[in-house]
């Protein structure tokens, strides 16, 4: 048999029409990713904060400009919606939730939720600031 | 070209017998992830507005110390097999192994990096 011998392949993402559930499970991987490297800014200001009050006064004020917050807003709403599915992931991983019409909802509940947990996360963070 | 018959290639690519445990890996790094995720939100909620003191007073603390160190562990290690699976999802050809290679070091250097700074905050004497 040749190396190289050419099988049918299946059919890949580009050829289906995209589904709201198909997209979730792809931002679930992008977001995935965006934490992977967004964990070098946590570490960042870990390291900061053993540095020394200049170093971190630094730090805490590119954080707190808009650019900073506008990434750590991302960054949390990522974390969340990874966070949330993830623990569908857990559920389906015990067999349970395949049923179509649940699989639906319980993606649409996740988006919702991600958005506004994200939102009441810095509702509160701000509200509570020291 | 290889020489290698497709019964060879087969044998020599086979199961490696680790498949179940880096499945199972997967899934206890994620379900570790959900307390580590949980102290972290709480942990920084509490951050804004706070002066440089009263931080390394909260981080040094010895519980949340321990937990900081806990959950860049879980979350580490769960960051390290997710991004081993989209390596080997994306990337085929010469680059692989490296970028396989270089997810660790990021993994272990980031890793290394924050626990170093919580425990110089926990007991660097400052």
């Excluded at chain 1, 019409?101 to 919702?112: C, W, Y």
């Excluded at chain 2, 102290?39 to 507005?49: A, Q, V, Y």
Aim: zero cysteines; glycine letters at 10%; charged letters at 10%.
């Amino acid at each position: 048999m040749p190396e190289h011998f050419q099988r049918p392949l299946s059919p890949h993402l580009q050829i289906f029409r995209p589904m709201f559930t198909m997209m979730m499970s792809i931002v679930h991987r992008i977001t995935g990713a965006a934490l992977y490297f967004g964990s070098v800014l946590f570490v960042w200001w870990l390291t900061a904060a053993s540095m020394g009050v200049d170093y971190f006064s630094f730090v805490q004020g590119i954080f707190a400009s808009w650019p900073g917050q506008i990434v750590l807003f991302g960054l949390t709403w990522a974390l969340l919606h990874h966070f949330l599915g993830g623990i569908r992931h857990l559920v389906w991983d015990t067999g349970h939730g395949f049923e179509l019409a649940t699989v639906e909802i319980v993606a649409r509940l996740t988006l919702a939720g991600s958005i506004l947990l994200t939102v009441a996360i810095w509702v509160i963070a701000y509200a509570t600031k020291g | 070209m290889r020489y290698r018959s497709s019964l060879a290639r087969v044998r020599g690519l086979g199961a490696a017998k680790s498949g179940t445990e880096r499945w199972w890996q997967e899934r206890v790094s994620s379900a570790l992830s959900i307390p580590a995720t949980l102290f972290l939100i709480w942990l920084g909620i509490r951050m804004p507005g706070l002066s440089h003191s009263e931080v390394t007073q909260i981080l040094g603390h010895p519980t949340v110390a321990i937990g900081l160190i806990l959950a860049l562990s879980t979350l580490f290690w769960h960051m390290m097999l997710g991004m081993q699976v989209i390596i080997e999802d994306y990337v085929h050809g010469a680059s692989r192994l490296p970028l396989l290679i270089a997810n660790h070091l990021f993994v272990a250097a980031f890793w290394s990096a924050g626990a170093y700074a919580v425990l110089r905050l926990s007991i660097g004497g400052q």
